[in-house]
């Protein structure tokens, strides 16, 4: 590619600062007026204290000695009775929306209960872009498959938990899988890193408190003490002010990590305890420069919050407390309808009409999968069931739990239509098996279907699911993990009393490892060491980049979503790097979101090189909408390794614009 010489910095496009010069003075001033064991008191967590389980020092800024933490990236989880703070949709759910307005008020609903709780401190939202389908946390990241669709979502998720409490942004960086996490080895190149993996992280840099650093290693450094990671990267190039602390148990040392950028270590003192690092600064091996660093970048973080929300609860014991309102409760119900995607509609058979009858097929019908498992989750008592909703709509319904494919076949024969519900569950600390729906449901799905035609796909899923029997069915509805109000969600979709306006933020395989990934490249071939070293060889070609520069058609493409109405594209015009447009409701009710994505000069000749890359997206749910975007300097740019700097790349782009990445209903070319 031949380079334009325009040097972007990272940071003049993708951060200022995450903390006011206001906010920063005061905590030079805090910082300034404490003794040196109270400033060594906010580098380290102090464990259970008051029924909150994570606690970590304030320097008796927050009004006593201890800010108060909770997980989790979609609700709030600690030692809390349940019920008693909302089961939000997940993470990759907000996702699916691609709706960044709608991802503001989840962050500000979920902050207010965050506060209403007692803590200070949200630990979420998670950004890491999925590279490995099975990896168990995928559902905890709002990036899906692609850096854009992150960097779009996570600021406003950040602004909105900020309004209430401090936000951590996670896993700093390359948790992409939970097999060997927290002793293995992520070896990548630094342009992959920049280009795919970092965006998502620099954007939230303007806004969130802190970040925290993952378990993993990168290029034979552990993340909580990497210096091209921390100190380079986080707080050289994304100009971030806030902290850094350690997942739990991922600190390693004293003085590289201090030296390297790590301000805290949890969930309590092992290597940054005041004996240590008092020896540190005796050996000379640290200064006291570097633990007023850290001193302020906290407490500035503190001080960036509104005033009125520094002294949550004033500062009493609210753990108990019930959080979650009938508000937030409809707010969960519409999300979660809103983040369900239609994948597949024939004949129109959705929504459906209040009359029929339906059977319901699969134990999900009566006890759905609602949440992933880890120290994320949320425990609730509130979920509705399928069952309940519809029943409380006033449909007549039928249940069978699919356990005997006869009998789920009977039944649905018996009904005006069946609806198969399906989850597959995934969690913290190991990746999922397979990408299969659990409990036999790929095997009942083509027996119902056989003996009902009117047959309906549910299903709860963490990410990327296999869909071997897409072709028996007329219609599919997908949710991300989502939430309590699942039942009444998904009433709502299928009755049409919300239209599906989702997206599928990764591609559905036809088969499991599709890519053909090798052991090298994950889990990763075991060292000397003992532990995995999983290699990005396949570099930006993976997920729907590999789908693409392979030319292999998925299951289910990325950014894939019908809605209950028909839209046209038209009008395109190309103007300099302005991209515009005209979309169009032809029928029926419902959204849409057009994607706009672009071909570097090089995608055809170059293997390194993705087929096309996502820049835009808009969701638009009027009759008529026109739509123009203006590509900036970073939608054109390469990272220039030697120059440690973004570079403008000349040539001439295709421009493409679709309902999905292989759905491209115009195109157009552009010079730069």
Request: glycine share 10%; charged share 15%; aromatic share 8%.
């Amino acid at each position: 590619m031949a380079a334009i010489t325009i040097l972007l910095c990272v940071s003049a496009f993708l951060a200022t600062t995450s903390a006011s010069p206001k906010a920063l003075k005061e905590a030079e001033d805090a910082c300034n007026s404490m003794n040196l064991s109270t400033k060594l008191e906010i580098m380290h967590g102090f464990g259970l204290i008051d029924g909150y389980s994570r606690n970590s020092g304030c320097g008796y800024t927050c009004g006593r000695k201890t800010f108060r933490w909770d997980n989790g990236p979609q609700g709030f989880g600690d030692n809390t009775p349940p019920g008693t703070s909302t089961q939000w949709p997940c993470t990759l759910a907000m996702a699916s929306t691609f709706d960044p307005n709608l991802a503001y008020v989840w962050g500000q609903a979920m902050g207010e209960e965050f506060w209403g709780k007692g803590t200070n401190i949200q630990e979420g939202p998670g950004i890491n872009v999925a590279r490995i389908m099975k990896n168990g946390r995928n559902f905890e990241y709002v990036s899906g498959e692609d850096p854009v669709l992150g960097m779009t979502m996570v600021q406003p998720i950040v602004k909105g938990i900020q309004e209430h409490v401090m936000s951590i942004s996670k896993h700093y960086i390359l948790n992409n899988q939970e097999t060997d996490r927290s002793g293995g080895n992520s070896v990548i190149d630094e342009v992959t890193m920049m280009e795919l993996y970092a965006p998502p992280f620099a954007a939230a840099a303007s806004t969130t408190s802190g970040y925290m650093c993952s378990y993993n290693r990168v290029n034979g450094v552990y993340a909580c003490e990497n210096a091209e990671t921390l100190r380079t990267m986080l707080k050289g190039y994304f100009n971030f002010s806030g902290f850094v602390v350690s997942d739990w148990g991922a600190c390693h040392s004293t003085v590289p990590s201090i030296l390297n950028g790590l301000d805290i270590e949890m969930p309590e003192g092992r290597y940054f305890t005041p004996e240590n690092i008092m020896a540190a600064l005796a050996a000379k091996n640290i200064t006291t420069d570097n633990i007023q660093e850290s001193c302020t970048r906290v407490i500035s973080s503190y001080f960036a919050i509104p005033e009125d929300k520094r002294h949550p609860c004033n500062n009493e014991i609210c753990i108990q407390n019930n959080v979650s309102t009938p508000e937030h409760k409809e707010l969960a119900r519409n999300i979660s309808a809103m983040a369900t995607v239609l994948l597949k509609n024939d004949g129109a058979i959705l929504p459906l009409k209040k009359s029929m009858k339906v059977a319901l097929i699969g134990s999900d019908a009566q006890n759905p999968y609602t949440g992933g498992s880890g120290s994320g989750s949320v425990h609730t008592n509130a979920a509705i069931s399928p069952q309940t909703a519809l029943q409380n709509m006033g449909i007549q319904v039928t249940y069978n739990d699919g356990s005997d494919n006869s009998s789920a076949a009977a039944a649905a024969k018996a009904a005006d239509v069946a609806i198969v519900f399906g989850h597959a569950s995934s969690g913290e600390g190991h990746d999922r098996s397979d990408l299969n729906l659990e409990d036999g449901i790929d095997g009942v799905i083509p027996a119902v279907a056989a003996a009902q035609k009117n047959t309906v796909v549910v299903m709860a899923v963490p990410g990327s699911i296999l869909t071997p029997w897409r072709d028996d069915v007329p219609a599919i509805l997908l949710t991300m993990f989502p939430g309590e109000q699942y039942g009444n969600a998904i009433g709502d979709v299928l009755f049409g009393a919300i239209p599906p306006q989702a997206k599928l933020p990764v591609t559905l395989p036809n088969i499991d490892n599709e890519q053909n990934m090798t052991e090298h490249q994950y889990p990763g071939l075991k060292t000397d060491g003992g532990y995995l070293e999983p290699t990005y060889t396949e570099g930006q070609i993976v997920g729907y980049r590999f789908y693409d520069k392979k030319n292999i058609t998925p299951a289910f493409p990325f950014g894939h979503g019908l809605t209950y109405g028909e839209f046209t594209y038209s009008g395109m015009m190309v103007s300099g790097r302005t991209i515009s447009f005209t979309v169009e409701r032809t029928s029926g009710t419902g959204c849409d979101t057009p994607q706009v994505y672009i071909s570097y000069p090089t995608a055809d000749s170059d293997p390194k090189v993705p087929a096309k890359v996502l820049r835009y997206f808009k969701k638009t749910c009027e009759s008529k909408t026109d739509i123009s975007y203006t590509l900036t300097d970073m939608d054109v740019s390469n990272w220039n390794v030697d120059k440690k700097a973004y570079t403008v790349t000349s040539g001439t782009y295709q421009v493409h614009v679709g309902a999905s990445s292989k759905d491209i209903r115009l195109s157009g070319s552009l010079k730069v």
